[in-house]
């Protein structure tokens, strides 16, 4: 079936500007995650839901990064005005989490240029 | 705090030869320990995992060793090919409560030589 889909896969925002990044998870999964990638750098945790509960917001940088999930289905990420430091991959995974499976599948990502 | 740490940062080996990643972590309360892939312009890919109760776990070519005591756990990629030439990235979860968040290493670029 589908993967992880993601869009846009590119995105170019000047600083100040505000973006939504899409995540669409694989059917049925229940958790969704977002992580950040920094070039050269493994990618670091943001958020995490289970359906369309925020169960985990450590990892977000500031308060001017939100996610939501609303149906528990598709997912997005928004940036209100972006600086040069979000400049990274953000990838989305999502998981069935049910019956001991655990895996995680990442979708390709999108990359933030701020400039 | 870099809870996973990873080494070494790059790694060259010629086809056929063994490819040897580390990690070390830190949280004992971490009990998944999956290795990822990465292509370039490609979200990472799940090669193999394994929980703590085993030392060792095979999938093909590909084996994690896992040593508690020590908190380290590595992979070895046998009979290296070309096309394994990717990031490999290892990573650590706890299952329970955690909601499964991975915490990741810092990533080895592995460079497959003919």
């Known amino acids: 079936g589908a993967g992880v889909s993601q869009s846009p896969r590119y995105k170019v925002a000047k600083r100040g500007q505000d973006v939504a990044l899409r995540c669409d998870p694989i059917s049925g999964h229940v958790s969704l995650f977002w992580y950040q990638q920094a070039l050269g750098q493994g990618p670091e945790f943001l958020t995490y839901?289970?359906?369309?509960?925020?169960?985990?917001k450590s990892g977000l940088p500031s308060d001017r990064f939100f996610a939501e999930r609303p149906e528990g289905s598709v997912s997005t990420l928004k940036i209100q005005r972006t600086q040069q430091e979000d400049s990274a991959v953000y990838l989305c995974a999502s998981s069935p989490y049910r019956d001991r499976r655990y895996e995680q599948f990442f979708g390709p990502g999108t990359r933030l240029t701020v400039l | 705090q870099q809870q996973v740490k990873q080494s070494p940062q790059s790694l060259i080996v010629q086809k056929g030869g063994i490819s040897i990643i580390n990690c070390a972590y830190e949280n004992t309360a971490f009990d998944y320990f999956p290795w990822y892939q990465q292509f370039p312009g490609k979200g990472p890919a799940l090669l193999i995992a394994?929980?703590?109760?085993?030392s060792e776990k095979k999938e093909g070519r590909f084996t994690i060793s896992f040593n508690k005591s020590a908190k380290q756990f590595s992979l070895h990629i046998m009979d290296s090919q070309p096309g394994d030439s990717a990031t490999y990235f290892c990573a650590a979860s706890r299952r329970a409560g955690g909601g499964n968040k991975l915490t990741f290493g810092t990533g080895t670029q592995l460079k497959v030589e003919l």
């Open positions: 839901f289970q359906n369309e509960a925020q169960l985990d």
């Open positions: 394994i929980r703590p109760d085993v």
